[in-house]
Nanobody
């Protein structure tokens, strides 16, 4: 059974950092692109970052320079390092898998993890 599980969310003060993890089971991430999305209350879900199987990365302007995506294929896990967090980063964060490796066609999704940035 294909499954993605996010973890690492929580409450952090503005300017702080968090690292989210996206652990896969039931398949290997080696040949897939993995994207991170977020959905704030009352807003649509937005794609913010993606890493392809060969390590190419794509960032939305809203997170460029603050967020970094990386992958550890040995652990079948992708990470999202979030620095300089702002209140507007508050959202539920989801990871998703694109087995076509295009960062455009996501077939599998995690359940999400809440990130709240507040003082």
């Amino acid at each position: 059974q294909v499954q993605l599980v996010e973890s690492g969310g929580g409450l952090v003060q503005p300017g702080g950092s968090l690292r989210l993890s996206c652990a896969a089971s039931g398949f290997t991430l080696d040949y897939s692109a993995i994207g991170w999305f977020r959905q704030a209350p009352g807003k649509e879900r937005d794609g913010i970052i993606c890493i392809s199987s060969d390590g190419r990365t794509y960032y939305a302007d809203s997170v460029k320079g603050r967020f970094t995506i990386s992958r550890d294929n040995a652990k079948n896990t992708v990470y999202l390092q979030m620095n300089s967090l702002k209140p507007e980063d508050t959202a539920v964060y989801y990871c998703a898998c694109d087995q076509a490796d295009t960062c455009e066609d996501y077939a599998y999704w995690g359940q999400g993890t809440q990130v709240t940035v507040s003082s």
